[in-house]
């Protein structure tokens, strides 16, 4: 049963899903917390939530449970679907549950509320993370660094970079990009080049969108001398600016 079950989630067959989990009760055979996961995890990839939190609740009804998978897939559900409060309090029942939450639990916690703009509650969740011996990864810090230049807060995300030099965490490109629109929104063209300098040096290929954000900064300021060179660096590296650019 487990296997077909799987199969036809992968497959993002639902209703054969559920079918099947019929069948399996009508021949009295009761889904256990496994099969339970697999059909809350094939809800929450087509964002029906609503019917999630039920087959949660039809399986707590039933006395069985969840396992650390199965609150990490509902939390990871109402996060990308912007129901970050109602993530929290999954988690909460977790912890209710003597259960730890792994990175992956955190690290989708603290994408929610930085999508939300609570950083408060994302850095309250780093000090917890770090208070259960858990470190912060690439994925930890980029979001939190795109969260807080979203917001605004670029001493922040800043000091996040700065911590990720010290662990020896190479920043991606999502983190660059992030910080060079961050300085870019606070008109710090030059900065921001020096960003773009300092990605280029480590290998990374930056979009067009990101030579079009500070030749736009520079263009802006009158220079306009900056502007063209950093556009005859696209088209020397083979980039074809945008319409925009």
Same mark, same amino acid.
């Given at each position: ?56 609740? +039809? /399986?707590?009804?039933? !006395?069985?449970? =969840? ?5 990490? $897939? %509902? #939390? &990871? *559900?109402? @996060? ?47 000090? +917890? /993370?770090?208070?259960? !011996?858990?470190? =912060? ?5 980029? $979001? %939190? #660094? &795109? *969260?807080? @230049? ?47 300098? +300092? /990605?280029?040096?480590? !290998?990374?290929? =930056? ?7 500070? #030749?736009?900064?520079? @263009? ?26």
């Amino acid at each position: 049963f487990q296997t077909l079950m799987n199969g036809y989630i992968k497959l993002g067959d639902l209703d054969e899903g559920f079918r099947l989990k019929n069948a399996m009760q009508a021949s009295g055979v009761q889904p256990d917390v496994y099969t339970y996961s697999v059909l809350i995890n094939g809800l929450c990839k087509e964002s029906k939530m609503d019917d999630a939190n039920e087959l949660f609740d +039809e /399986m707590l009804d039933n !006395g069985l449970v =969840p396992n650390g998978v199965t609150f990490t $897939t %509902l #939390i &990871d *559900g109402h @996060c990308k679907n912007g129901r970050v409060d109602l993530a929290m309090e999954i988690y909460k029942q977790m912890l209710s549950q003597s259960l730890s939450p792994d990175l992956i639990t955190y690290n989708t916690l603290i994408y929610g509320l930085c999508k939300k703009g609570d950083l408060k509650q994302a850095q309250d969740l780093i000090d +917890e /993370m770090s208070m259960k !011996g858990l470190k =912060p990864d690439k994925i930890t810090y980029t $979001t %939190l #660094i &795109d *969260g807080n @230049c979203k917001e605004g807060d670029l001493e922040t995300a800043f000091e996040y970079r700065k911590r990720m030099i010290k662990e020896n965490i190479r920043l991606d490109d999502v983190a660059y990009t992030a910080l060079i629109s961050g300085l870019c929104q606070e008109g710090r063209s030059v900065d921001a080049e020096k960003m773009l300098r +300092e /990605m280029l040096s480590v !290998g990374l290929k =930056p979009e067009i969108g990101t030579y079009t954000m500070i #030749i736009n900064e520079f @263009c802006k300021k009158g220079d306009v001398w900056t502007g063209s060179k950093l556009l005859k660096e696209m088209q020397r590296d083979g980039y074809m600016p945008s319409v925009v650019t």
